[in-house]
């Protein structure tokens, strides 16, 4: 049950946190301080979408530990090291948002800047945070080679998870549409486990998918 809500609540969570995000493209001091209490919506629901990632790598990895357990250890290992590193990550906007409103705006990008150059944040908090999608990748094509999945799962969250990074010049409310393509893919496996019996989710939900696709 934990796992398979937390399939349908991470790309919910995921929606609203970029659906409620300040109207632009960087942290600009006067945007932020023009939209506090967006800054601080948003800040708190992608902290709360990253936390509902370690229950979903951790039943995405469940299902792989009987037919293919080095993909799911492997995915399970990249994945909830990245979400850790994510979490942090998620503080940056909060400090960025008193920045803007104690500071000049020229000052306040350059401690930004300053801050996204230190080799601590840089190597230690940022690059490690996207071990999140490759970790869930991993795990959604080991599913994929045990036939759990359908083809198409995997292609969607990929999908999902390069939207808003393609899009990062455009809106939020199309940088949301990433989210959109994971509900899709994940609530389709949260399906599957919430109507799982007990012993099929020990099992690992062996039997290939009833799917059309």
Same mark, same amino acid.
């Given at each position: ?61 469940? @299902?792989?530990?009987? *037919? =293919? !357990?080095?993909?799911?250890?492997? +995915? /399970?290992?990249?994945? $909830? %090291?990245?979400? #850790? ?80 990074? @393609?899009?990062?010049? *455009? =809106? !939020?409310?199309?940088?949301?549409? +990433? /989210?959109?393509?994971? $509900? %899709?893919?994940? #609530? ?26």
């Amino acid at each position: 049950m934990v796992a398979g809500t937390a399939l349908l609540a991470w790309p919910v969570l995921e929606f609203l946190a970029f659906l409620t995000s300040p109207p632009s493209a960087t942290h600009d001091p006067a945007v932020f301080r023009e939209h506090p209490d967006l800054v601080q919506v948003s800040g708190l629901l992608f902290l709360w979408a990253t936390l509902a990632l370690v229950p979903v790598v951790l039943g995405l990895a469940h @299902l792989l530990r009987r *037919r =293919a !357990p080095m993909a799911g250890n492997i +995915g /399970a290992a990249l994945g $909830l %090291l990245g979400a #850790g590193h994510a979490l942090t990550l998620f503080t940056t906007d909060f400090y960025d948002l008193a920045l803007a409103q104690t500071l000049p705006d020229a000052q306040a990008e350059a401690v930004t800047a300053r801050a996204g150059e230190l080799w601590g944040f840089l190597y230690g908090m940022l690059l490690p945070g996207f071990l999140t999608h490759i970790g869930l990748f991993v795990l959604l094509v080991g599913l994929l080679t045990v036939r759990i999945v359908p083809w198409w799962v995997p292609v969607t969250a990929l999908v999902g998870t390069l939207t808003p990074f @393609l899009t990062q010049d *455009r =809106a !939020p409310a199309v940088q949301a549409l +990433g /989210a959109l393509f994971h $509900l %899709l893919a994940y #609530g389709w496996v949260a399906l599957r486990v919430l109507r799982a019996s007990d012993s099929a989710w020990r099992a690992g939900l062996t039997a290939p998918p009833a799917s059309p696709v």
